[in-house]
C-alpha cells in the first residue's frame, strides 16, 4: 500500500495519515498532530502542512547531536536569509523500547516539526523507510514537493555539506566538482561556499589554521603579522577552524585571543562551517576509499589524509591557498610551517604558494620522526586495515578504538 500510495498521491497530508497511528484522547480518536521540538503543550494539525514543500528528517536516536545542531544553525540562517522554502518534520525510528531521554534529548534540539513521540510510527513504515529509502544508520532526509511526491533522497551530511538540496533553494549551486575529475585538491572544493572574499580586490590568500597548543597560535600568527607588515604587498587572510569533537568552552581561551587582538576570523566547533570543513573532507576520503584509491598511490588522497590527520591532533596545523587558483595548497604541522615561513626570503602573493610548498617539502623530506592520527566516526565506511597508510612516509598505519563522549 506504501509503495502504491508513493506512486499516486496527491497530497502530502496523506503521506503522513499513512506513516502515523491515530492519536487517541480518552475514547475517542482525533486527527494526527506534530509538534514543535519538544513542545507538547502546542499541537500542530497536519493539514497546516498542506500545499507545501516537506522535508522528512529521519534519523534513529543514536543521531549525532552534532549534526542535529548543525542542522538546526543552518536552518535558522536559511530562514533569516529568507531562502527557505519548506517544512522540516522529523521522524524518529525507534525499533524496541524507547530510551525517553534519548529522544526527549534531541527533540529538544529542534525548531521544526516532530512526531510527539517514536511509538506513532507505524513498524510497516520502519520496514517500507529501510527497504524503499535505504535508511541504515546514518541520517536521511527526504523531500517531497506540494503533490506529496519524492523528488529526493539524501544523506543528512551531505545536505550540510552543501548547505543546500536540489530544487528546495530558490537558487541550488551548480553541481559540486569532485577533485578527482579536476585532478586536484583545491581551497574551492573545501571552503567555496563557506568564506566570501571580495572579488574586486586580488584575490588574498586564504590561511586556515588550527589545534589547541595556545603557545604556537601565538607564535604562528604573529610570525604572520609581522610578514605581512614587512611585505605590504602580501595579503593573508587568517581563520582559525576548531576541531569537530570539540566544544567552544574548551576553545574560549583561543577564540578569546583572536577577538581581542583582532587576528582574522575563526569558525566556533558549535556553529555549521567548521563541521561542514571536516564533514566534507570525510565525504571525499569516503568516496575515494569507495573507488579503491589510498595515499601511496594516489595525491588526492595523500592530501585528504594529510588535512584529516590535523582534526586527529591537538598540535597547531596550516593550510594556506588561494579561492579560484590552481596553484596547490601548502599544509603542514605547526613546526614544520613556522620553520618553513622563517625560511621564505622573498614574500608576494604570487610566488608565496610555491615557496612555501618548497620549503615544507625539504623539511619533511629529513624529518626523522612524525606521528599522524586520523578520527573517523564509527558510521563511516568500514575502512580495510591495508588501505590506511600514512600520507607522509606511506607505512601501514595501526588501528586503535577510541570511546568518546561529546556533550
Not at 113 to 120: L, R
Not at 347 to 373: G, R, V
Request: glycine fraction near 4%; hydrophobic fraction near 40%; proline fraction near 3%.
Amino acid at each position: 500500500m506504501l509503495v502504491n500510495l508513493s506512486n499516486t498521491v496527491q497530497d502530502i497530508t496523506t503521506i503522513f495519515q499513512a506513516f502515523f497511528t491515530v492519536e487517541k484522547e480518552g475514547r475517542t480518536e482525533t486527527k494526527l498532530s506534530l509538534v514543535k521540538g519538544n513542545n507538547i503543550r502546542e499541537k500542530f494539525k497536519i493539514e497546516e502542512l498542506k500545499d507545501s514543500k516537506v522535508v522528512l528528517v529521519v534519523s534513529g536516536l543514536d543521531e549525532s547531536e552534532v549534526e542535529i545542531k548543525a542542522l538546526a544553525k543552518l536552518y535558522e540562517q536559511l530562514q533569516k536569509e529568507q531562502k527557505i522554502q519548506y517544512q522540516l518534520v522529523w521522524i524518529p525510528i525507534v525499533e524496541g523500547q524507547v530510551d525517553e531521554q534519548k529522544f526527549s534529548s534531541l527533540q529538544s534540539l529542534m525548531s521544526w516539526y516532530t512526531v510527539k513521540h517514536p511509538s506513532v510510527v507505524k513498524p510497516e513504515v520502519i520496514r517500507y523507510i529501510k527497504e524503499v529509502w535505504k535508511f541504515s544508520k546514518q541520517a536521511i532526509l527526504v523531500s517531497f514537493d506540494q503533490k506529496g511526491r519524492t523528488d529526493t533522497v539524501d544523506a543528512l551530511n551531505l545536505f550540510l555539506q552543501k548547505g543546500s538540496l536540489p530544487g528546495l533553494l530558490p537558487s541550488s549551486p551548480a553541481k559540486e566538482k569532485s577533485p578527482w575529475e579536476i585532478n586536484q585538491l583545491t581551497l574551492d572544493i573545501l571552503i567555496q561556499d563557506l568564506y566570501q572574499v571580495d572579488s574586486t580586490e586580488p584575490a588574498p590568500i586564504i590561511c586556515l589554521y588550527g589545534g589547541e597548543d595556545m603557545k604556537w597560535i601565538e607564535q604562528f600568527t604573529a610570525a604572520i603579522l609581522a610578514r605581512m607588515k614587512d611585505f605590504p604587498e602580501l595579503k593573508i587572510e587568517l581563520i582559525y577552524v576548531s576541531k569537530s569533537n570539540t566544544t567552544d568552552q574548551a576553545n574560549k581561551a583561543i577564540l578569546d585571543f583572536i577577538t581581542t587582538n583582532k587576528i582574522g576570523d575563526y569558525w566556533k566547533a558549535e556553529e555549521t562551517k567548521s563541521w561542514r570543513f571536516w564533514s566534507r573532507l570525510e565525504s571525499i576520503f569516503t568516496s575515494g576509499l569507495k573507488n579503491g584509491k589510498n595515499a601511496k598511490e594516489d595525491s588526492i588522497m595523500k592530501d585528504v589524509m594529510t588535512l584529516l590527520s590535523f582534526n586527529g591532533t591537538c598540535k597547531g596545523w596550516a593550510i594556506f591557498g588561494k579561492l579560484g587558483s590552481n596553484q596547490k595548497m601548502a599544509k603542514a604541522m605547526g613546526d614544520v610551517i613556522l620553520q618553513s615561513l622563517s625560511k621564505i626570503i622573498t614574500w608576494s602573493s604570487d610566488s608565496f604558494l610555491a615557496a612555501l610548498n618548497n620549503q615544507i617539502e625539504q623539511l619533511l623530506a629529513f624529518q626523522p620522526h612524525h606521528c599522524s592520527h586520523i578520527v573517523l566516526p564509527a558510521t563511516n565506511l568500514e575502512v580495510k586495515d591495508e588501505m590506511m597508510t600514512c600520507a607522509t612516509c606511506g607505512r601501514k598505519m595501526n588501528k586503535y578504538l577510541t570511546y568518546q563522549c561529546c556533550v
